[in-house]
T-cell receptor, first 112, second 115 residues
Framework: AQSVTQLDSHVSVSEGTPVLLRCNYSSSYSPSLFWYVQHPNKGLQLLLKYTSAATLVKGINGFEAEFKKSETSFHLTKPSAHMSDAAEYFCVVRNNTDKLIFGTGTRLQVFP | GAGVSQSPSNKVTEKGKDVELRCDPISGHTALYWYRQSLGQGLEFLIYFQGNSAPDKSGLPSDRFSAERTGGSVSTLTIQRTQQEDSAVYLC?????????????FGNGTRLTVT
């Protein structure tokens, strides 16, 4: 069965420093993977998706994620955090019956 | 409309009452999902519709929960005899089928409060 594990429930960074949000997946075949972001009192928005075409995926707002099959990871990164990046981030895997399975989320705090 | 529409945006109901939550997916999207997000929690899968196939109901927490999708478009999630633990934000999402990497488009949700 497919699943995702987000290793950190909370991450705090200073503005201008790098962001790393960790995600490991479990899948018996090549998965489809996504990162979604949820800002306070707003809907979920797609950040980026892994389609198997390229292992390094670039998304919106300067975020990117790298698919590493050997490590079963799909970590989300950004070189320099901005205050507006403060939000909840969800790693998601799509299983072979088309169901999307969400991780438990990582809350990102950005300090000035 | 351009996006997924959910109504009502907020619903307050008394314990024991029935509620209906509505979702209008993006036109042409054949896949429709319901999720539930409790305060400070991740997203809990409830039910998934794909075209004319039988829905995947494996996430419904009890037989008080049911959902239907009429004409392959609008969906209604019904909760009977509501309990306080049903209080949550109920999110609907739709996507195009046939492509494993097609993303979900989410509505803004219905915030349900059971008093």
């Amino acid at each position: 069965a497919q699943s995702v594990t987000q290793l950190d429930s909370h991450v705090s960074v200073s503005e201008g420093t790098p962001v790393l949000l960790r995600c490991n997946y479990s899948s018996s075949y090549s998965p489809s993977l996504f990162w979604y972001v949820q800002h306070p009192n707003k809907g979920l928005q797609l950040l980026l998706k892994y389609t198997s075409a390229a292992t390094l995926v670039k998304g919106i707002n300067g975020f990117e994620a790298e698919f590493k099959k050997s490590e079963t990871s799909f970590h989300l990164t950004k070189p320099s955090a901005h205050m507006s990046d403060a939000a909840e981030y969800f790693c998601v895997v799509r299983n072979n019956t088309d169901k999307l399975i969400f991780g438990t989320g990582t809350r990102l705090q950005v300090f000035p | 409309g351009a996006g997924v529409s959910q109504s009502p945006s907020n619903k307050v109901t008394e314990k024991g009452k029935d509620v209906e939550l509505r979702c209008d997916p993006i036109s042409g999207h054949t896949a429709l999902y319901w999720y539930r997000q409790s305060l400070g929690q991740g997203l809990e899968f409830l039910i998934y519709f794909q075209g004319n196939s039988a829905p995947d109901k494996s996430g419904l927490p009890s037989d008080r929960f049911s959902a239907e999708r009429t004409g392959g478009s609008v969906s209604t999630l019904t909760i009977q005899r509501t309990q306080q633990e049903d209080s949550a934000v109920y999110l609907c999402a739709s996507s195009q089928a046939g492509t494993s990497a097609s993303p979900l488009h989410f509505g803004n949700g219905t915030r349900l409060t059971v008093t």
